[in-house]
């Protein structure tokens, strides 16, 4: 069936450095993608949605310079967390429609920590 | 705007008892309705949804739920608790079937006794 991969399941980096997580729609293409954030024990909370060819749309109050999200192709999306700090450590989360039946797939999540 | 309330951050039941996750939500269009299930440092795994049609919905694992509109409710139900349900447990509402972000409840965990 079709798959949603996130690469790295799991990446610890140090204060100021930057981190890109890639979300790809393995056997089906995907016009959006959505990023999810959700701190231990809490809800998922929608970051952002990114959009293939065009700008992504952020939520209210989270910060796009510091989460760059780039749709590249119908098939991946990526979200770099950029100067990254402790406060940004977090179960980062994405979701793809497959274009063609509308079903909506979740990535397996990305665990970051940061230093 | 949409919105999911949980009732209960923690359930506990004994192995073989009647599971019951109570969810609500909130939309000004036709929802359409999840359950998802999440284990420790895992992504989340689709338990059942309503789209259109029967309200009771089955999903996997032995689980249903019954989309009650009078009741703007979706609550989850198992007749039999097994030790590997334990997990958290989402609900989620959204404006269409996949291709509208999803809001989420804030998660209800399931712990099951022996």
């Known amino acids: 069936g079709a798959v949603v991969s996130q690469h790295p399941s799991r990446v610890i980096c140090k204060s100021g450095t930057s981190v890109k997580i890639e979300c790809r729609s393995l056997?089906?293409?995907?016009?959006?993608m959505f990023w999810y954030r959700q701190f231990p024990k809490q809800s998922l909370m929608l970051m952002a949605t990114?959009?293939?060819?065009?700008?992504?749309?952020?939520e209210q109050g989270v910060e796009k310079d510091k989460f760059l999200i780039n749709h590249a192709s119908l098939t991946l999306s990526t979200l770099t967390v950029t100067s990254a700090h402790p406060e940004d450590s977090s179960f980062y989360i994405c979701?793809?429609?497959?274009?063609?039946?509308?079903?909506?797939?979740f990535g397996e999540g990305s665990r970051l920590t940061v230093l | 705007a949409q919105s999911v309330t949980q009732l209960g951050s923690h359930v506990s039941v004994s192995e073989g008892a009647l599971v019951l996750l109570r969810c609500n939500y909130s939309?000004?269009?036709?929802?359409?309705l999840f359950w998802y299930v999440q284990y420790p440092n895992q992504g989340l795994q689709l338990l059942l949804k309503?789209?259109?049609?029967?309200?009771l919905v089955k999903g996997i694992n032995g689980f249903e739920a019954e989309f009650k509109k009078s009741e703007t409710s979706f609550h989850l139900t198992k007749p039999s608790a097994h030790m590997s349900d334990a997990a958290e447990y989402f609900c989620?509402?959204?404006?269409?079937?996949?291709?509208?972000?999803?809001?989420f409840g804030k998660g209800t965990r399931l712990s099951v006794i022996a």
């Open positions: 979701s793809a429609p497959d274009r063609s039946t509308g079903e909506l797939f």
């Open positions: 990114s959009n293939e060819g065009s700008k992504a749309t952020y």
């Open positions: 989620a509402v959204s404006e269409s079937s996949g291709n509208t972000p999803l809001v």
């Open positions: 309503y789209t259109t049609g029967a309200t």
């Open positions: 939309s000004s269009v036709p929802p359409y």
């Open positions: 056997d089906f293409q995907a016009t959006t």
